[in-house]
């Protein structure tokens, strides 16, 4: 039985102007954009940020073609400053695969928006490394293996900051030997910079009630492997990216590969979570994708050295919450600001963060403290980042509605229309309506997919992919995936869907075993989770709440 917190000592807290939770770009970004302005105006202001990860770039996963404009604005001369960011794109492909064949689309009836000559092959864990960096030097205090679990909030109702979990609490929820009581990091603004699907960012947003008049937020599943390949079939520069095979016309998602680095080539499948069949596995999609002739000769006489799985924010412009709230603000995927057709989010999760410091710069210098931010949502909603997210706007809902081919062609169309009259395309918004979870059919309309065993060598389980991860949390903690009703899963979720958390979940933590009398029994092996937020976002019942486990705990990516 977990220990009252009532019972235990009370928290010290630490005083600064601004907290930052999430050390990714939003969240760097900022903390190095709030130092830059305080130093063009000779003040002082003190920054914080609090990371989950065991270091700042173990959590970051994305594939990643990142657009400069950004890191342009924010570190103008990155590259003399030697920023990771060395592979330009030299070449891109798109390709619709179908079970055995593959058809080239030209590139020439590609939106403008489409093409990613100009930008970068990059590892974004890398590229935040040295984000981390260049913030140190400002004088951030960075704080990494420390998970934020509370906000803050005072007398008014407003944000005064954040709580990170308690160290050392066993699986009982008592206090061990090695107990340490979390901390409060205070500020008078608190920004929220935790990526797709944050825990604080889902409470502040149900709190605030930041949805309302909003559409419901989209996700996808990416899902990524580090290959070194063969010298040979290495294109440094190369990006390929395709739909179809192995997903069916109403199933959306797609693929990248992206040679980069020395001899490394990224590849990732995206499948997006408002498929119906909860027989779909998109971890096994993944693995049957590499085997199409046209991707697993890349890979033939390769090596795989990481693997790692991310849920993705797809709604766009439409899902945007109310990004303020007194006392701080939604940055990035927090909010949701993917540009899907074009995957990428790390431009506008940079330039989010630059203009939340300068709204939190403005209103520090004024006397604030503890209001809404309204500059920042202002920036954002009229902004470089509605421009590109406006235009995309109809992507996601037609793919959805339309399935893949029809879908696709009638989200070009818009697209052209939005690069010739800048925003307005089709001239109207469409809704996506339900959520993903209640996307999910009954399991009685479908049938089993019978998905082939892995051969070790392209194709790979669940658990040794997981290995790759380094993903690793002190097995003697509570469980941080919490069921609002621990009957669900066998008494609702199998009978009716199949209990499809079996095969969402990436990491293979949640498992339908025999239990002693050889009844079903729902296990959670919460020590493998990547962190992806999958559960929380696919459960067809929600009865499944993320939560942070131990600071330090998840995955340890290594040039992801």
């Not at 709580?163 to 409060?184: I, L």
């Not at 190369?238 to 997903?247: A, D, E, R």
Request: net charge negative; proline share 7%.
């Amino acid at each position: 039985m977990a220990v009252d917190a009532a019972d235990l000592p009370a928290r010290e807290a630490m005083d600064f102007d601004v907290v930052i939770v999430g050390a990714g770009p939003a969240g760097l970004a900022a903390a190095i954009r709030l130092k830059q302005k305080a130093a063009e105006t000779g003040s002082d202001i003190s920054v914080v940020v609090v990371e989950k990860g065991s270091e700042v770039g173990a959590h970051i996963l994305s594939g990643a073609v990142i657009d400069p404009i950004g890191l342009n604005r924010l570190i103008p001369d990155w590259k003399e400053r030697g920023a990771p960011v060395e592979t330009p794109v030299t070449e891109d492909v798109f390709l619709v695969l179908g079970p055995a064949g593959k058809l080239r689309l030209p590139n020439w009836p590609m939106p403008p928006l489409m093409h990613n000559h100009g930008n970068y092959i990059v590892s974004l864990g890398a590229l935040c490394k040295w984000l981390g960096d260049q913030a140190a030097e400002l004088g951030v205090e960075i704080y990494p293996g420390f998970a934020a679990s509370e906000v803050l909030y005072d007398e008014k109702g407003a944000v005064v900051g954040v709580a990170t979990g308690d160290m050392g609490v066993g699986r009982d929820g008592e206090p061990k030997d090695s107990f340490v009581r979390g901390m409060e990091l205070r500020g008078k603004y608190t920004l929220i910079a935790e990526g797709a699907r944050g825990s604080l960012a889902k409470g502040l947003i149900r709190h605030f009630d930041l949805a309302n008049d909003h559409e419901p937020q989209k996700y996808g599943i990416g899902l990524k492997e580090l290959w070194q390949v063969a010298p040979e079939k290495h294109r440094p520069g190369y990006v390929q990216h395709s739909f179809g095979w192995p997903l069916d016309n109403k199933t959306g998602g797609g693929s990248f590969l992206y040679h980069y680095g020395e001899n490394l080539v990224a590849v990732g499948f995206v499948v997006h979570l408002n498929y119906a069949n909860p027989y779909l596995s998109p971890y096994e999609e993944f693995q049957r994708f590499k085997t199409h002739p046209a991707i697993r000769d890349t890979f033939e006489g390769g090596k795989r050295i990481g693997y790692g799985a991310r849920a993705i924010t797809e709604g766009g412009w439409q899902s945007l919450p109310d990004l303020v709230f007194p006392g701080g603000a939604l940055l990035g995927c927090a909010a949701g600001m993917v540009n899907l057709p074009r995957i990428k989010g790390s431009h506008n999760a940079i330039l989010s963060g630059i203009a939340a410091a300068d709204a939190v710069t403005d209103a520090i210098a004024a006397g604030r403290a503890h209001d809404r931010l309204d500059a920042y949502e202002t920036e954002v909603r009229t902004g470089d980042i509605a421009r590109d997210l406006k235009r995309v706007r109809n992507m996601k809902p037609f793919w959805s509605c339309f399935g893949t081919v029809l879908g696709v062609l009638l989200g070009g169309t818009d697209l052209w229309l939005n690069t010739i009259i800048s925003g307005v395309g089709l001239g109207f918004t469409l809704k996506h309506g339900k959520n993903d979870a209640l996307a999910t059919s009954k399991a009685k309309n479908f049938k089993p997919i019978a998905y082939p065993k892995p051969d070790g060598k392209l194709t790979f389980d669940r658990l040794t992919n997981v290995s790759f991860s380094a993903t690793n949390h002190e097995e003697d903690q509570p469980v941080h995936l919490k069921l609002l009703d621990p009957t669900v899963p066998i008494a609702v979720n199998l009978p009716e869907y199949a209990e499809p958390a079996q095969r969402y979940c990436p990491a293979a933590v949640y498992e339908v075993v025999q239990g002693d009398g050889g009844e079903p029994r729902f296990q959670i092996n919460a020590q493998n989770c990547v962190h992806c937020k999958t559960c929380d976002i696919k459960d067809p019942s929600q009865n499944i709440n993320w939560t942070c486990p131990e600071g330090g705990g998840g995955p340890n990516y290594a040039g992801m």
